[in-house]
């Protein structure tokens, strides 16, 4: 009988010089995932696109699901700016519409590129259904951050931050549906508004 395969924990960059290999690492998988999809991109492509060795490459990213997985919440930290960039709660006057706005405009910037939005998908759904690994709640995500922000005082305590989840996890369904054509783009825009309006409103 095969042993079940052991998830090695990835290792965490150190140094900004570190910091700036994982980058082009992640430059590097993004650009080939754009251009040729999961299937066809191999870990040395990723590897000598990025400049550094295959050692370097599975030290950071244990394995291809895994990899394209941080390209999604990478681009996500890309197009938030980080949480800081967005605006205040108290900056905030309707805390429903700018979380709805946020969610379709990310949906929008991702679908631009389909076949790496296809690449994150596949590789979401490989690297959960894996066996299990330590991950940080959805919450502390750079998007579940951004959210928390954006709702402010409606974010205290576990209801809070059931609320964010659950956000978090319709657009990721919506926007899976948008990106196999499930549903239209434009109907999907409206199930995220609503949704936003349904958990975020109440």
Not at 11 to 19: C, E, G, L, V
Not at 123 to 131: I, M
Not at 166 to 184: D, P, R
């Given at each position: 009988m095969a042993r079940p395969t052991r998830i090695r924990?990835?290792?965490?960059?150190?140094?900004?010089?570190?910091?700036?290999?994982?980058?082009?690492?992640?430059c590097a998988a993004s650009d080939?995932?754009?251009?040729?999809?999961?299937?066809?991109?191999?870990?040395?492509?990723?590897?000598?696109?990025?400049?550094?060795a295959i050692a370097t490459l599975y030290r950071y990213f244990p394995s291809k699901p895994y990899l394209f997985?941080?390209?999604?919440?990478?681009?996500?930290?890309?197009?938030?700016?980080?949480?800081?960039?967005?605006?205040?709660?108290?900056?905030?006057?309707?805390s429903v519409t700018e979380v709805a706005d946020t969610l379709v405009a990310l949906s929008a910037r991702l679908l631009d590129h389909r076949l790496l939005a296809s690449a994150v998908a596949l590789?979401?759904?490989?690297?959960?259904?894996?066996?299990a690994r330590s991950r940080i709640d959805i919450v502390e995500s750079a998007l579940g951050q951004r959210l928390l922000c954006l709702l402010g005082g409606c974010t205290d305590g576990e209801t809070g931050r059931s609320r964010?989840?659950?956000?978090?996890?319709?657009?990721?369904?919506?926007?899976?549906?948008?990106?196999?054509?499930?549903?239209?783009t434009a109907q999907g825009e409206a199930d995220l508004r609503l949704a936003a309006r349904l958990i975020a409103g109440s």
């Open positions: 924990r990835p290792a965490a960059p150190m140094s900004s010089r570190q910091t700036d290999r994982r980058i082009r690492i992640l080939l995932g754009t251009r040729e999809g999961l299937a066809t991109v191999q870990m040395h492509d990723v590897a000598k696109e990025a400049g550094v997985l941080s390209v999604l919440e990478w681009h996500i930290e890309q197009f938030l700016g980080g949480c800081d960039g967005g605006p205040a709660a108290d900056e905030v006057t309707d590789s979401s759904f490989t690297e959960y259904a894996s066996a964010v989840r659950l956000l978090v996890y319709n657009w990721w369904g919506v926007f899976v549906a948008m990106l196999t054509e499930e549903i239209s």
